[in-house]
């Protein structure tokens, strides 16, 4: 015999339960919530690493390398950049908290950082007085970690997106969080093959312009540098001492 409950609809009850729990951010598809997570680390690293501004750096910097030599610093540098971020993805939060080090502090080291490089191109004539670098020695240049790497495309701002990714996934998905994480490494090698696409290209600015199109445009990006750095030092410190 059945039920008056069973009569009266509790099964119909249950299964709106159930597309309710489906429709819930929880409840959504693996694969769903796999390329969401791809889709927004892309839409979230792209702007910050922001490889159309290192372009111009890159292509300066690298004015009088080959082509051979200057592609192998753009691959280099984006590979560079991958392991960081990748590194902060998986040991940020441990690395963060076994030294102390907080956001602010890697954005004022970012910032001094990116200022000295800034003030190296601004003035390289300080450089050229000493001796003037021969093709040899600017063969023999090595860029692709500092400053393509870090803290141009895995600077303060990207690597701070990935320390928050990296503390808040295992709460916000307690049950898929490693596929979260597979899909956070995929949006970043994405994120930064675009990178090496866009630095490749960026060498034949060097072609267009030449050398003295190339040493003006150093002096350019050399002062933007020095106002960005100074802008994330003055950023850290704000944040530091709370005055935003």
Known sequence: ?????????????????????????GGSKPILVFLDTILLSIGALLPIMNPFATAPLFASLTAGFDSRKRNREALLGCIYAFGILAAFLLAGTAIVDFFGISIPGMRV??????????????????????AAPSQEQEQDLDIAFTPIAMPSLAGPGSISVVL??????????PDDWGLIYV??????????????????????????????????MTRMFGFLLVCIGMQFLLTGIADFYGLR
């Open 1 to 25: 015999m059945l039920r008056p409950d069973t009569l009266l609809g509790c099964r119909p009850a249950k299964s709106a339960q159930d597309r309710a729990r489906r429709l819930r951010p």
């Open 109 to 130: 080291a970012g910032g001094l950082i990116i200022s000295s490089i800034g003030f190296r191109m601004l003035f390289p004539a300080l450089q050229n007085l000493v």
């Open 164 to 173: 928050t990714a990296a503390t808040q996934i295992k709460s916000l998905h």
């Open 183 to 216: 899909a956070v490494i995929l949006g970043m090698a994405a994120t930064l093959f675009i990178s090496w696409l866009v630095l490749r290209a960026a060498s034949s600015m060097v072609h267009f312009l030449g050398r003295s199109g190339i040493d003006a």
